[in-house]
């Protein structure tokens, strides 16, 4: 039985990993983490019956009181990251799907993994299909240079670029050579126009009501254009991914960075 704690289980991705865990025979929840309603129970939230724990607001106060062996994180990117600080000060082995973390942030938490010898995993997209739309994009990439990223998200989104977008920019990166795209003269008239630039590579964020998480790699060459795409329609799709990574991180004694290295 694998105990864990989730820390914002009343929000869009929380609840949903609450309904995902309920429905797991070898994952107990043991405490909830949010910034309010401590002392309430999840049961006074949600038609979860057999899920028995109480929140807490303080990450410390929970990890003192009760034991567990994993933190699924999935708040915000200023708190994601203070609670996989704590959660590896205290033994326990973080699941992040929190994004917006910096480089600087990562290589830090990587580097505390490695010194605590503690498993962490940090997924920017848990949908398996998003993962292989990533991994699809860096094998394109080794064919097509010219790329622009378009991600399209709800609008309660706070970070952007998507986490994802930046995890596929890095995959990109690491079979492309820098080049700049467009016409060698090309000027923005309105600021932003052409995106973010990543070695010459273009990332465009959309928020509109309506969406979930969606994205398209869309590459250019002579007389062809190649389009990979990948939709969440609904936050079930993140869930088979989350329990993937909660079983793997139990073996682990690094941070993993993407989904895709924990797939065979
Ligand atoms: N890796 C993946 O596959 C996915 C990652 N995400 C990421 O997960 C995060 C959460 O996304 P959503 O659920 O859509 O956001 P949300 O806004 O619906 O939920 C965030 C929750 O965190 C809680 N929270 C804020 N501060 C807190 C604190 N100090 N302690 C504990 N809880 C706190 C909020 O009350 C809220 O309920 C975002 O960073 C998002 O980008 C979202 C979808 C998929
Ligand atoms: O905030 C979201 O919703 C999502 N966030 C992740 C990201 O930033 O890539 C994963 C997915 O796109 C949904």
């Given at each position: 039985m694998t105990?864990?704690i989730?820390a914002?289980?009343?929000?869009k ?5 609450l309904r995902m865990?309920e ?12 910034h ?11 038609e ?7 929140f ?7 990890f ?5 062996d ?16 704590t959660?590896l ?6 699941v ?6 910096t480089?600087?942030?990562l290589?830090?938490l990587?580097?505390m ?5 503690t498993?962490?995993?940090?997924a920017p ?14 094998w ?6 010219d ?22 920019a ?7 050579e820098?080049?700049k ?5 090309e ?7 052409r ?12 928020r ?8 398209e790699?869309?590459?250019?060459s ?12 609904h936050?079930?799709s993140f869930?088979?991914g989350?329990k ?16 895709e290295?924990?797939?065979e």
């Open positions: 105990r864990v989730v914002g289980p009343r929000g991705m929380g609840s949903e990993a865990i429905k797991q025979e070898d994952l107990e929840l043991v405490a909830c983490l949010d309010k309603y401590a002392g309430s129970q999840v049961k006074d939230f949600d979860l019956p057999h899920l028995d724990a109480t807490y607001d303080d990450i410390q106060t929970c003192n009181a009760v034991s567990a994993v933190l699924v994180d999935l708040t915000t990117p200023e708190y994601g990251y203070i609670h996989t600080k959660a000060e205290y033994g326990i082995r973080p992040v799907g929190t994004t917006g973390f480089d600087e942030q290589q830090e990587t580097d993994a490695e010194d605590k010898e498993g962490v995993v940090i997209n848990f949908a398996l299909g998003a993962v292989l739309m990533m991994q699809f994009a860096k394109a990439a080794k064919y097509f240079q790329v622009e990223i378009i991600e399209k998200h709800h609008d309660k989104k706070l970070d952007a670029p998507s986490g994802t977008a930046a995890k596929t890095q995959l990109i990166q690491d079979v492309r820098t080049k795209q467009g016409h060698p003269d000027k923005e008239t309105i600021m932003g126009a995106g973010a630039d990543i070695d010459g590579m273009k990332i465009h964020s959309m509109l009501p309506g969406l979930v998480a969606h994205q790699v869309v590459f250019g002579n007389g062809e254009n190649l389009t990979i795409k990948h939709d969440s329609f936050r079930e869930m088979t989350v993937l990574a909660i079983d793997h991180v139990m073996k682990l004694d690094i941070l993993v960075y993407g989904l290295n924990l797939l």
